[in-house]
């Protein structure tokens, strides 16, 4: 079983700076796979970013970046030059072993609020 | 990526009804996702439908209240029965489409049961 603690309920953050949003996981699975999405107002799911166990660089992906740090069993969002847009929930997901058949666990989300 | 509609968007429902959701997706995909969001929550999974095969359910959601369909690659079924206050959720469906470095989801059904 898979589970992920994300332990920022909420957050303020001037616009243009950047915004660490942290995730940490626990599975007995070797490999796996790491997701952030981020869920506006409207309710969609928008991916971001993934991350897999065995990835031995940080993914990318424009503005946003994960910061993976295996043995320490997180994988943080980090968001660079943060617009109004950004405002949004943001969850840390992942899936075990079985790939694509297996679905994702989430975490409880973390809701970000870009100030002017 | 896929395009993958949902229908309805949105409904408000009676108590002790039903409502079918329908997931589109204009690619073949093995795997479809269904899962739960209840009002200020995360989200979680309430069955993985193979095609060709019984669904799978998670702990906590069993066949009778949500019974599945997948009768072909392309489109799946979600209904929730004998709808009460507590199933008020946004739904959405995610289909597995081969990559395991992606996973998108529908835009979701937002349902109310009054």
Redesign the interface.
Known sequence: AQKITQTQPGMFVQEKEAVTLDCTYDTSDQSYGLFWYKQPSSGEMIFLIYQGSYDEQNATEGRYSLNFQKARKSANLVISASQLGDSAMYFCAMRGSGGGADGLTFGKGTHLIIQP | ?AVISQKPSRDICQRGTSLTIQCQVDSQVT?M?W?RQQPG?????IA?ANQGSEATY?SGFVIDKFPISRPNLTFSTLTVSNMSPEDSS?Y?C?P??????????G??T?LTVL
């Open positions: 990526s795997m996702f899962y929550q995360s989200l979680t999974l993985t998670e946004i959405l995610s597995g489409l081969g990559g395991h470095n992606e996973q998108f989801f835009p979701g937002r």
